[in-house]
C-alpha cells in the first residue's frame, strides 16, 4: 500500500526556514515523478514544486529563488527546503506522487509563518 508522508512543518516567523521531507513507502521517490502541492484556507490548491525522475526541477513562481527540492534516494524521501519564508506561504502542503496515471497524496503538513 502507497504512503506518504509529509513531515517538518510548523510555526516560523517571517524570513524563517523550513525543510519538509515527503517519505514514501510502496513507491518510488527516483522513478516516479513528484510535487509539493499547497493549500491555504479558502483557496484552490496550487502547485509549488516539482522533482521528475531526471532530477529536472520545476519551481512556482512564487517560490523561485527561495525553495529548493532535494532527493533522497536511499532513504526515498524528497525535502523542500523553504527559505525567506513570507507570511503567504501560510499552507498546508502536500506531497503528490503518479504512477501509471494514478495519484497518490500525502495527508500534509501545516506551515505556518507569522510574527
Known amino acids: 500500500q502507497v504512503q506518504l508522508v509529509e513531515s517538518g512543518g510548523g510555526s516560523v516567523q517571517p524570513g524563517g526556514s523550513l525543510r519538509l521531507s515527503c517519505a514514501a513507502s510502496?513507491?518510488?521517490?527516483?522513478?516516479?515523478?513528484m510535487g509539493w502541492y499547497r493549500q491555504a484556507p479558502g483557496k484552490q490548491r496550487e502547485l509549488v514544486a516539482t522533482?521528475?525522475?531526471?532530477?529536472?526541477?520545476n519551481y512556482a513562481d512564487s517560490v523561485k529563488g527561495r525553495f529548493t527540492l532535494s532527493r533522497d534516494n536511499a532513504k526515498n524521501t524528497v525535502y523542500l527546503q523553504m527559505n525567506s519564508l513570507k507570511p503567504e506561504d501560510t499552507a498546508v502542503y502536500y506531497c503528490?506522487?503518479?504512477?501509471?496515471?494514478?495519484?497518490?497524496w500525502g495527508r500534509g503538513t501545516q506551515v505556518t509563518v507569522s510574527s
Open positions: 503528490n506522487v503518479q504512477r501509471h496515471k494514478t495519484s497518490y
Open positions: 510502496a513507491i518510488s521517490l527516483s522513478i516516479n515523478p
Open positions: 522533482l521528475t525522475s531526471n532530477s529536472d526541477t
